[in-house]
């Protein structure tokens, strides 16, 4: 609810930027920067552990990326996985990008990348009927427990 309230459809500049201007990569969850990308965790996870990985330069689409940041960006993406894989051991995962509002992106103007750990039956009563995601780890502690792992 909170992020249907405050975030959904209202032109609030860029959630990625901003925090990329925080002074304290702790407080602004950013887990983990190359000279081209970083590592933040989802302030609205769809599980626990769910991070995004992004380019530190506000671009919308892939092709705007020079190859070196593409690169750059894969490689982190991996990373991001086999880090999540050893803090919290999942199933599977979801990782995917949404490019533009019609694909899905909530905010188009920065592309990024979610890296979703998934395990079986993690959609239940809740998620499905109750409309509401229930997380057993607080988020600060969900990135306290995998950012010495980068």
Known sequence: MQYVSTAAGKDQGCIFCDHLA???DIAAGILHRTSSCFVIVNAFPYNT?????APIHHVAELDALSPETRGDL????????????EGFEPEGFNVGINLGA??????????HVHVVPRWVGDTNF????GGAKVLPELL????????GLF
């Open 49 to 53: 552990g769910h991070l995004m990985v």
């Open 74 to 85: 894969m490689e982190l993406v991996t990373k991001t996985v086999a880090v999540v894989k």
């Open 22 to 24: 925080e002074a304290d």
């Open 126 to 129: 809740m998620s499905t009927i």
């Open 102 to 111: 019609a694909g899905g992106a909530g905010v188009p103007g920065h592309l």
């Open 140 to 147: 600060a502690d969900t990135a306290a427990r995998l950012r």
